[in-house]
């Protein structure tokens, strides 16, 4: 694997993206042939890099992608992807102009925000519109079918723009009890009949709605987490229809190493104290990582065994406590498998309270992301090292005021 020129510190993460084909594979196979997957790519792909995530899963039959921002949809443009892209969170009206020229679809839940974008637009310019509905997730959303005629009324007055979907979104679909799943998703049905015309894409359905549910997929998913592997819910684990492979996992080495006598202290506030003879192992990766404090205690795998972080964890370093003496350069693995021990998302989020979500996407663009394909590292995305805006601002004229 000679990617030594792309960065230069002993921690990375890798993103399996054969594991991300199965895993859209399987989603795909999972669903009827007629219901499109709109791959969610948001946050930089929970962490995994958006522009890879992306290609992989429109390669196993994604149909579009999803982000939460503008800016998020302008980023896979520039990386060169044709798909739908579909805008889930609000945009300015301000900014619609852009999003009409690098045919970005955006979601609407205002009647005034038409009447702003409108004026922004010229005559010749067209905009894809998804009109939202809060049927109980109580974030965004147009809430009564008065406000949702108003804005069909008015998209279809007004040639500049195109109702192209309209959805909403569950805010219980990972338990396992369907009540207020089943009251939201009566609440959309009625919405989508005041409707005067159904629009090309009918969405409600996250990944678990669509792993756990038939009625809810109309024409459309937008699928996030199972895509990466990981389970929406401990709670629905025990249901998943097929085995989800996690597509991300972190790694370092040991940079130096040591022999302690009992009483030795270990790293600020000196509060561990070797209790006999230990070798302590140190490793390149600290909070700033996101590799956060409170995993103070948390193993991690060496040789295929679990050994512990000790002492406190440091802004970009940490130390472990090795069962013997191990050659610098040994790797240590901080999620993911090494022969038969694995370190799971999961795991990593009980010990932080937290839920899977989280934890690939506090793992910091100062941890480099190596692409695996075909079994082989291809390609590594190394944020503090790459170019940034400057030189792709010259063929993207949209950003000149
Ligand atoms: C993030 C998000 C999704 C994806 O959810 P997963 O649980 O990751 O599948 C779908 N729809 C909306 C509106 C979202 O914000």
């Known amino acids: 694997m000679e990617t030594q020129t792309q960065f230069f510190r002993d921690t990375w993460a890798e993103i399996n993206l054969d594991h991300l084909y199965e895993n859209v594979k399987n989603i795909k196979g999972h669903i009827p042939d007629d219901v499109n997957v709109f791959a969610v790519v948001k946050a930089n792909a929970y962490g995994h890099g958006d522009v890879q995530t992306s290609l992989t899963a429109l390669a196993a039959g994604a149909h579009g992608l999803a982000v939460a921002f503008l800016d998020e949809a302008i980023s896979l443009r520039r990386g060169g992807i044709a ?56 974030r965004i959303g147009v809430r009564t079918s008065e406000e949702l005629k108003s804005i069909e009324g008015y998209i279809h007055s007004h040639p500049k723009f195109e109702l192209q979907g309209i959805f ?60 990466y592997g990981l389970t929406p819910s401990i709670e629905m684990k025990p249901e998943l229809p097929f085995p989800l492979k996690e597509v991300f996992s972190l790694h370092s080495r040991l940079i130096h190493t040591k ?21 302590i192992g140190t490793i390149p990766i600290g909070y700033a990582d996101g590799w956060l ?29 090795l069962p013997e003496s191990r050659p610098i350069g040994t790797r240590v693995t901080l999620i993911g498998k090494q022969v038969e021990a694995a370190i799971t998302m999961d795991e990593i989020a009980q010990k932080l309270d937290t839920i899977n979500y989280e934890i690939p996407c506090i793992i910091s663009t100062r941890v480099p992301r190596i692409y695996i394909r075909n079994g082989e590292a291809t390609e590594v995305s190394n944020k503090l090292l790459s170019t940034g805006m400057d030189s792709q601002r010259e063929n993207n004229a949209p950003f000149d005021e």
């Open 168 to 227: 909403t979104h569950f805010a219980t679909a990972d338990e396992l009890n369907d009540d207020y799943l089943e009251e939201q998703l009566r609440r959309f049905e009625y919405m989508l009949q005041q409707l005067e015309s159904l629009p090309a894409y009918i969405h409600s359905s996250n990944s678990a709605a669509t792993l756990r549910k038939t009625n809810t997929l109309f024409n459309a998913v937008r699928v996030g987490i199972a895509m």
């Open 259 to 279: 022999e302690l006598e009992a009483g030795e202290k270990v790293s600020y506030g000196a509060t561990y104290e070797a209790s006999e003879s230990e070798w």
């Open 293 to 321: 404090r409170k995993l103070q205690g948390q193993d991690v795998l060496v040789d295929g065994k679990r050994v512990p972080i000790v002492g406190r964890i440091c802004m970009d370093q940490c130390m472990v406590r």
């Open 83 to 138: 798909a739908p892209i579909l805008v889930l969170g609000a945009t300015r009206p301000k900014d619609v102009k852009i999003a009409s020229q690098l045919d970005i679809s955006l979601t609407v839940f205002h009647k005034e925000w038409l009447v702003e974008a409108e004026k922004q637009l010229s005559k010749e310019d067209h905009l894809r519109l998804h009109i939202k509905c809060d049927t109980g997730m109580g």
